[in-house]
């Protein structure tokens, strides 16, 4: 019995009898074999929160992804690599009601704001904004003005169709906090300036290819929790930022719950095989919850 660990409805396990997990030679499959884990009634209420996977093309090889090292003072994944993003707040639930057209239009809209607020680059919008406006709009948010009415003080406009949805996650995890994380798509501003981390949530803000975060990980120079480190794994395999969108649009979005299963006598953090991960189970003892 794993304490700590919800026990999910069969519906959430992977379908088929094998699965390749972190660690795993290619092409070894594992037989999943499901266990009975604590189900955990206290789980506090996940929060809505968004975060945008922002890309760029380089030069040569895969796109570069925008990525932060978190302070190690956060009450959430401390020192972690992870995608800009954070809460949705009820701003942003306020400015979706005047910007119709997209369902999820507060996740969209706190993906961009808190972007912008923690890298100083600000995708999305229309027309491209100069530095001066992206610094202005940069304090706005700091000062908690709502993005919609700063953008029209500085006659631009949100772009919500420039993100496309990637994932969405919700961790049964058993920490302080839970968050049911919307993952967008976005290619960078051509004329982004370079990032700058936000003092108050991040140590460096940097870009890298998918490929080169998952070798700072494996080196040990870095870590990131399962959720990120499982969508690194996807994004490693697109060679341009339209590979990621099509593939965005061939595993339509649905929310993963992670569930524990034993495997060779060992527990193992899984989530569903075809939900368009490359690997999709790592044992509970490296999987990084918070």
């Known amino acids: 019995m794993l304490i700590g660990w919800p026990r999910q409805a069969a519906r959430h396990r992977p379908r088929g009898g094998s699965i390749r997990g972190a660690g795993d030679k290619p092409g070894f499959a594992r037989p999943a074999k499901a266990v009975a884990i604590q189900t955990m009634p206290d789980l506090p209420e996940p929060m809505p929160a968004a975060t945008l996977v922002l890309m760029r093309e380089a030069s040569v090889g895969p796109p570069e992804l925008l990525m932060m090292e978190r302070t190690g003072h956060m009450a959430f994944a401390a020192g972690a690599l992870v995608f800009p993003g954070g809460r949705i707040d009820p701003e942003d639930h306020d400015a979706a009601g005047r910007l119709p057209g997209?369902?999820?239009?507060?996740?969209?809209?706190?993906?961009?704001?808190?972007?912008?607020?923690?890298?100083?680059?600000?995708?999305?919008?229309?027309?491209?904004?100069?530095?001066?406006?992206?610094?202005?709009?940069?304090?706005?948010?700091?000062?908690?003005?709502?993005?919609?009415?700063?953008?029209?003080?500085?006659?631009?406009?949100?772009?919500?169709?420039?993100?496309?949805?990637?994932?969405?996650?919700?961790?049964?995890?058993?920490?302080?906090?839970?968050?049911?994380?919307?993952?967008?798509?976005?290619?960078?501003?051509?004329?982004?300036?370079?990032?700058?981390?936000?003092?108050?949530?991040?140590?460096?803000?940097?870009?890298?290819?998918?490929?080169?975060?998952?070798?700072?990980?494996?080196?040990?120079?870095?870590?990131?929790?399962?959720?990120?480190?499982?969508?690194?794994?996807?994004?490693?395999?697109?060679?341009?930022?339209?590979?990621?969108?099509?593939?965005?649009?061939?595993?339509?979005?649905?929310?993963?719950?992670?569930?524990?299963?034993?495997?060779h006598g060992r527990p193992h953090v899984c989530i569903p095989e075809d939900a368009g991960y490359p690997i999709t189970a790592e044992p509970l003892e490296t999987a990084r919850r918070s």
């Open 102 to 263: 997209f369902p999820d239009a507060a996740a969209r809209i706190a993906a961009v704001r808190e972007t912008i607020e923690e890298t100083g680059i600000a995708p999305a919008i229309v027309p491209e904004p100069d530095p001066a406006r992206v610094r202005a709009l940069r304090e706005g948010i700091r000062r908690d003005l709502p993005l919609d009415r700063l953008l029209e003080q500085h006659g631009l406009a949100l772009e919500l169709g420039a993100l496309t949805p990637f994932a969405r996650w919700c961790p049964n995890f058993r920490e302080t906090r839970r968050f049911d994380t919307y993952f967008y798509l976005a290619a960078a501003p051509a004329g982004a300036p370079e990032p700058s981390a936000s003092a108050q949530e991040a140590v460096r803000v940097f870009w890298a290819s998918a490929a080169d975060i998952l070798r700072e990980i494996e080196a040990g120079a870095a870590h990131a929790i399962f959720p990120t480190r499982r969508n690194l794994e996807r994004l490693a395999r697109f060679g341009s930022i339209d590979e990621a969108r099509a593939d965005a649009v061939r595993h339509p979005v649905r929310t993963i719950i992670p569930w524990v299963e034993e495997r």
